[in-house]
């Protein structure tokens, strides 16, 4: 079963930084990509940034590019995002998801489990 928990979001200023974690209690993490997706008050869930299963390939939003980085460690069951020179308009809540396809898309719906979310809040 597959369980994805995030963790590590909170209120900062512009151009802080945090590291997101997302931790999966199952033992298939590995077979997963991940992504991570944001949502905003009155906006659409939009995608952030995706990893290969093996980390070798990532993916990102135009806007995040540069300032926001994914990782993951096999091992630890974990994928990471980092995001640094945060802005106000990062405020949202970012969810981590797990895909079993081999591929990394940005549409949500080629994601099979979700994470219930992480409020990051980004005060000007």
């Known amino acids: 079963q597959v369980q994805l928990v995030e963790s590590g979001g909170g209120l900062v200023q512009a151009g802080d930084s945090l590291r997101l974690s997302c931790a999966d209690s199952?033992?298939?993490?590995?077979?997963?990509?991940m992504g991570w997706f944001r949502q905003a008050p009155g906006k659409e869930r939009e995608f952030v940034a995706a990893i290969s299963r093996g980390g070798v390939s990532t993916l990102y939003t135009d806007s995040v590019k540069g300032r926001f980085t994914i990782s993951r460690d096999n091992a630890k069951n974990t994928v990471y995002l980092q995001m640094n020179s945060l802005k106000p308009e990062d405020t949202a809540v970012y969810y981590c998801?797990?895909?079993?396809?081999?591929?990394?898309?940005?549409?949500?719906?080629?994601?099979?489990?979700w994470g219930q979310g992480t409020q990051v809040t980004v005060s000007s």
């Open positions: 998801a797990a895909s079993y396809r081999s591929y990394i898309r940005r549409d949500s719906g080629t994601y099979d489990y």
């Open positions: 199952g033992r298939t993490f590995s077979t997963f990509a």
